[in-house]
């Protein structure tokens, strides 16, 4: 499988071979980003680092795999040191940044922005998160956490909880999910629920995703996936204590779930999880939050062509 | 015959069966502003026989296919006809082309292709029947009853 050279925009560039392929690659990247293991294999790669939105956990991740392999890293994580604010354009600070690397990893608040990237760039594109629109990296460490704590993706049952409507990176995860035959639950205020559209393209791909209000039962899940119910959705500050409270995880939530069910998050979380829920084994989140390393790590080394 | 209010034509091109209302957005599509030297006719809410139309008419010009496609978006029934010494001498319908660019701008405000970057706006046809379109850069879907407004 050739990966060299490719832009890695949004999760449904790849078929589910490719995706399985990545994870395969993560999983051997482990001991490296675990520091078990010390590694040069992009000595020599330059990664720039285009932070045009605040992030914790995608940026460091990619710096720690790019560095953890040996590669150098540039780059900024506020546009405010740079020419962008002078006026210059996306496209402009893309050529100017691939003149000094071999790839770029970018996050942009604008959706589309890495695909436009891409165009302009001869380098490979990481998108790091568009804006409104995809996070392939994020779905991409999704999956290999699932796969990794559960076995396999499919069988598995998993329940995206949430804002379901307007996150599009829970689109792109159902859309992963239903690749792989999951079974998915749909747990989100009505006001929140999976848009139409993503329910009926699971639909098309042979999976018939069950919708739910609430998180009372949740004994039958495999994977708890939970999202953040952000504020500004509610005109109503009341509503939005009165909802978020209701879906958020305690232990409670937890005392029927099967044995082996684990709580994910992309984090960052608010209330959605109760820290009380840290100390469970059901907390699945940090090591999820790791993940990024090895996945990020297998990105780097096969959009560069450094692993087949 | 009441239908055609204006003159034929002797040389150019005549687009049929314009979707009532939509002449003026034509000629905007086709970047015809009237400072060429052709004479133009444009005729509105026509009551020709499968009921209202618009039709343009451009002297001594023909047009190609390919620019005339770029109609297809918002008069998909138009009807190209090409005439020479007051003869039809080529007569076809406009197709859709596969991608539509620098034509309609993404209803998403948030999206790349509505900021200051050096790029035209670029739809992808997802569907012909019914019309569907998908912006390249951030996938929105345009409700394309509302179409007329996104034209640039």
């Not at chain 1, 999976?194 to 018939?208: A, I, S």
């Not at chain 1, 952000?230 to 939530?253: H, L």
């Amino acid at each position: 499988m050739n990966f060299k050279g490719r832009d890695i925009v949004s999760i449904k560039d790849f078929t589910k071979e490719e995706i399985l392929h990545i994870l395969d690659v993560a999983e051997e990247m482990v001991p490296i980003a675990e520091g078990k293991e010390k590694s040069n294999l992009l000595h020599g790669y330059i990664m720039a680092s285009l932070f045009f939105e605040p992030s914790t956990r995608t940026r460091l991740s990619f710096e720690a795999a790019m560095k953890r392999l040996g590669g150098n890293v540039i780059g900024f994580a506020q546009p405010g040191t740079t020419s962008i604010m002078k006026g210059e354009s996306l496209a402009d600070t893309i050529r100017t940044a691939e003149s000094y690397c071999d790839v770029i990893v970018m996050r942009h608040p604008m959706e589309g922005s890495a695909r436009m990237a891409a165009e302009f760039a001869n380098v490979p594109i990481i998108n790091g998160g568009d804006g409104a629109g995809h996070h392939p990296t994020q779905c991409l460490l999704d999956l290999f956490t699932i796969r990794k704590e559960m076995g396999s993706i499919e069988g598995n049952k998993v329940a995206l909880v949430g804002d379901l409507k307007y996150g599009r990176t829970v689109h792109s995860l159902a859309y992963a999910l239903a690749l792989f035959k999951a079974d998915m639950v749909f747990i989100a205020p009505p006001q929140l629920q999976m848009p139409k559209e993503v329910v009926e393209e699971c639909k098309k791909m042979g999976v018939e995703p069950e919708m739910r209000d609430n998180v009372d039962d949740i004994s039958d899940i495999d994977v708890l996936y939970v999202t953040r119910i952000q504020k500004e959705r509610f005109p109503d500050p009341e509503e939005y204590n009165k909802v978020a409270g209701s879906y958020r995880i305690d232990i409670d939530t937890l005392k029927n779930a099967k044995e082996k069910m684990i709580v994910m998050h992309p984090l960052p979380r608010v209330n959605e999880i109760s820290p009380a829920v840290d100390s469970t084994k059901h907390a699945a989140y940090f090591r999820q939050t790791f993940n990024g390393v090895p996945v990020r790590m297998a990105l780097l080394s096969l959009v560069l062509g450094v692993v087949d | 015959m009441k239908e055609l209010k204006v003159q034929p034509i002797k040389d150019g091109t005549v687009i049929d069966h314009i979707t009532p209302g939509r002449a003026l957005k034509v000629l905007k599509i086709l970047g015809i502003e009237g400072k060429e030297d052709s004479i133009i006719s444009i005729a509105m809410n026509v009551v020709g026989k499968r009921g209202k139309k618009d039709i343009v008419k451009i002297e001594n010009r023909e047009l190609e296919a390919k620019e005339v496609d770029k109609i297809a978006l918002i008069a998909p029934n138009a009807t190209i006809n090409i005439i020479r010494n007051y003869e039809v001498v080529e007569k076809h319908r406009v197709s859709i082309p596969d991608e539509i660019i620098g034509i309609v701008k993404c209803p998403n405000p948030n999206c790349i292709s509505n900021s200051n970057e050096p790029i035209e706006t670029r739809f992808v046809v997802t569907s012909r029947k019914p019309l569907k379109i998908k912006c390249y850069y951030c996938e929105r879907e345009p409700d394309m009853e509302k179409i007329d407004s996104l034209i640039i």
